[in-house]
């Protein structure tokens, strides 16, 4: 499976901006594909899942509320639609991906996930 994220820039407080990640390779049945997020010196933090089949979607506390995820099967593509951005969501932020989520529980961690995109910037000034 191969990820391709895109997505990212600078933009103001309270703006808006929308992520993409193009997987390839197989059939995305059965997968989640999360989105994570990470500052320098900082761990990689959880920021929205979604399972591909079930349309399920979980979120950090943090952008609970300001953050959208989904998907197009026909494109397989998933989106993150971040709106009322603040200067705290400054990071890298990665999309991952894989296998076995079709009723598991929400994988939450980075190291539950083998698959992964390049980073995408995003920068919020205030």
């Known amino acids: 499976v191969q990820l391709q994220a895109s997505g990212g820039g600078v933009v103001q407080a309270g703006g808006s901006l929308r992520l993409s990640c193009l997987a390839s390779g197989r059939s995305f049945s059965g997968y989640g594909m999360g989105w994570f997020r990470q500052t320098p010196g900082k761990e990689r933090e959880f920021v929205a899942l979604i399972m591909w089949n079930s349309d399920r979607k979980y979120y950090s506390d943090s952008v609970n509320g300001r953050f959208t995820i989904s998907r197009d099967m026909a494109k397989n593509t998933g989106y993150l639609q971040m709106n009322s951005l603040k200067s705290e969501d400054t990071a890298l932020y990665y999309c991952?991906?894989?296998?076995?989520?079709?009723?598991?529980?929400?994988?939450?961690?980075?190291?539950?996930?083998?698959?992964w995109g390049q980073g995408t910037l995003v920068t919020v000034s205030s």
């Open positions: 991952a991906a894989d296998s076995g989520m079709g009723n598991s529980a929400p994988r939450l961690k980075s190291s539950e996930y083998r698959y």
